[in-house]
């Protein structure tokens, strides 16, 4: 730069001296053609200076390419606030890489393969951190890249882990990565279905629109005193009213809570509503406040039928009547078998004609026992405490049997009794203290119950829960709906 100064300098000079030369000549006279001499020397001389600007102008450009490539970055990378689906938006600015990740994937080497230099991978990969743990990327989770589309730079990235949050990771005008999480907004509408069986309570509720997770709610409160194979018959009437909740174009995106339900089997109606104690747990109580879940379930296995009831009954092997001391369920060998109810197992292992056995000791002086199991589920053992709904083992035909099958029995203060007359046993009520407020709910949901329309057959669209998340995609039968997740 200082040689270029000197140069225009040295010419500048020179073009001055030429000047006055060529506008005297050597005998002290004015050239006659010094006008032109003098308007061509001007020209020159503009020219030159216009150059020097010029030149000085492209070298300051020059030395701050970065500050403005970071400029444009953030401009690109603002759209990544946009909560809108990438697929609706126009943005010709900026290019995006749709990648799904694998078993075993992680974050730092995926952005190197797809053409991310090193630096900037660990970069991005720890502001990603500050928002969400790598260590929770799972396969098939998808990520999108994103990459300025005139020059090719990296510019950030977005995850969306579940159907509530998205991770953004975006560049700042310094050209560093920051990282932010965002929780999506959703309404929360009541709906109110209300039939009669004409299949199954989990078909027919289903083809209301009722999410698997509510049904299966429903299952649970009526499981201790609802056998529901074979104590269900066609027209009996339930009803359900529970949450979901939709996005800001109508879809619905979860299933909420079940706040009410109603059932009338036999034509015996039981309601029960949602309440949340003094202790934080929730809970399901009639209108007294005695809690649907039962101290120990009538039946504890799914998808079984009942091979042989409590009584007197001619013995298949033995071949004479002998007092059948529990309830058989006829099942396919390795079906799970569920603890009763909690409690302590007092006895686990080879018992005689039992076979593999297993007794538990519950509150108020009863006790269940399992017979004929082929296997213990690993860590189950004398002294082990269990809790209802927890698989303790599996269906099998040790011991005296003639077919793979459960043999259950419950015993009060040592004497068996019949295990399909649990249903008398009534739940735990609530303190004294809570019924005020358990009141109160009542009331609330009572005016949502009266304030919300049924959904008839064939509802819309919208009503039907598709959360891919949380709601199994294979059909349940009712039972197995009952077993297949612990209630609160």
Known sequence: ????????????????????????????????????????????????????????????????????????????????????????????????????????????????????????????????????????????????????????????????????????????????????????????????????????????????????????????????????????????????????????????????????????????TTDYYLFTKSDSHDGYYDINGKGAKRMLMRTPISGARISSRFGKRKHPILGYVKNHTGVDFAAARGTPIMAGGTGTIVRAGRYGSYGNYIKIKHADGYATAYAHMSKFVRGIKKGRHVTQNQIIGYVGTTGRSTGPHLHYEVLKNGKRINPMRLSTLTGKPLKKFELPAFKTRVAEIDKLYQATQIVQKDPPAAIIAANPVDTPTDRLSDNQAAASQPQN
């Open 1 to 268: 730069m200082k040689f270029f100064n000197k140069s225009v300098n040295y010419w500048r000079k020179a073009l001055v001296t030429d000047t006055k030369t060529l506008k005297i000549d050597t005998k002290g006279q004015v050239a006659a053609n010094s006008k032109t001499v003098l308007i061509t020397s001007s020209i020159v001389l503009t020219s030159l200076l216009l150059y020097i600007v010029f030149f000085n102008s492209s070298s300051a450009l020059s030395e701050t390419p970065d500050i403005a490539m970071a400029a444009n970055s953030v401009e690109i990378s603002t759209d990544l606030y946009d909560n809108r689906p990438y697929g609706e938006r126009d943005n010709t600015s900026e290019s995006k890489l749709s990648l799904t990740l694998k078993s075993g994937q992680s974050l730092g080497p995926l952005l190197q393969k797809n053409g991310v230099e090193p630096d900037v991978a660990y970069a991005a990969t720890q502001a990603f951190s500050s928002a969400y743990s790598p260590r929770n990327l799972r396969a098939d989770q998808k990520i999108n890249l994103y990459f300025d589309a005139s020059t090719d730079t990296f510019s950030g990235l977005s995850l969306k882990p579940n159907y509530s949050n998205t991770v953004f990771v975006e560049r700042d005008r310094n050209g560093d990565f920051k990282a932010r999480k965002i929780e999506a907004e959703f309404k929360k509408d009541i709906v109110r279905i209300e039939t009669g069986i004409e299949n199954s309570l989990y078909l027919d509720a289903q083809d209301l629109g009722v999410p698997d997770k509510v049904i299966v709610q429903f299952s649970q409160i009526y499981a201790h005193s609802v056998d529901f194979q074979r104590d269900i018959h066609k027209g009996d009437k339930f009803e359900m009213l529970f949450e979901v909740y939709k996005d800001h174009q109508g879809n619905t995106i979860k299933a909420g809570d079940l706040l009410f339900a109603s059932f009338s089997p036999r034509g015996k």
